[in-house]
C-alpha cells in the first residue's frame, strides 16, 4: 500500500510540473494577448498559417514515404523567404515578440529543408518537425487575433 500511495503522490507531481503547454492551454483559460491589426493583415498573417499547416502536413506525408527531396521542398517554401516576402506594412503591425517566435518557426522550416537535402535521414526530419511544431503551439497559446 505504501508504494502504491508514493507512486500516486509521484504521478500527481509529475503532472503538475511536467507540461505548462498542456495547463495553459486548457479551454476555458484563455489568457492570450491579443494583437490588434487590421483586417487586410489579418487576413495575411492567417493565410501565411494555413500555409504552414500546409506544409506541416505535406513534409509528414513525404517523410513517411522517404521522399526526403519532398520534404525539402515543401519545407523551404515556408523558410525565411516565406516570411521575407510579408509586406512591410503587415509586419509593422506584428509585436516583436510575435515576430522573434515566427522567425524561428522560418528558420526550423529551413534547417528542415537543408538537413533533408544534406543527411536525408527521416527520424531525424520527425524530430526536427515535432520541434517545430512545439513552436506552433508556443505561439498560439500566448497570441490572438480577435
Ligand atoms: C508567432 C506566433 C505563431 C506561430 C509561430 C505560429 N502561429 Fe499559427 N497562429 C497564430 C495566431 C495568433 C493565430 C490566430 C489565433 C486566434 O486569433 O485565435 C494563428 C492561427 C493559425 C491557424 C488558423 C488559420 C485561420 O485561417 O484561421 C493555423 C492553421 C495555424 N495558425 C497554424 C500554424 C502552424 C502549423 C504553425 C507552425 C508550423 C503556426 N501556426 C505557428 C500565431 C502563430
Known amino acids: 500500500m505504501k508504494i502504491l500511495n508514493r507512486n500516486s503522490l509521484l504521478f500527481v ?34 493565410l501565411e498559417m494555413r500555409q504552414l499547416l500546409e506544409a506541416t502536413q505535406l513534409i509528414l506525408d513525404s517523410a513517411l514515404k522517404n521522399d526526403m527531396k519532398a520534404v525539402s521542398q515543401y ?3 515556408v523558410g525565411l523567404k516565406a516570411m521575407k516576402a510579408t509586406p512591410t506594412n503587415v509586419a509593422s503591425q506584428l509585436p516583436k ?44 497559446n500566448v497570441f490572438k487575433f480577435q
Do not use: W, Y
Open 13 to 46: 507531481v509529475i503532472s503538475l510540473f511536467a507540461s505548462p503547454i498542456t495547463m495553459a492551454s486548457k479551454p476555458h483559460t484563455d489568457v492570450r494577448a491579443l494583437i490588434q491589426i487590421d483586417s487586410q493583415a489579418k487576413e495575411h498573417v492567417l
Open 75 to 77: 519545407a523551404s517554401n
Open 97 to 140: 515578440e510575435f515576430k522573434i517566435m515566427g522567425r524561428s518557426v522560418h528558420e526550423a522550416m529551413d534547417s528542415i529543408a537543408r538537413d533533408a537535402n544534406d543527411l536525408g535521414d527521416r527520424e531525424h526530419t520527425l524530430t526536427q518537425l515535432n520541434e517545430t511544431l512545439q513552436s506552433c503551439v508556443a505561439c498560439h
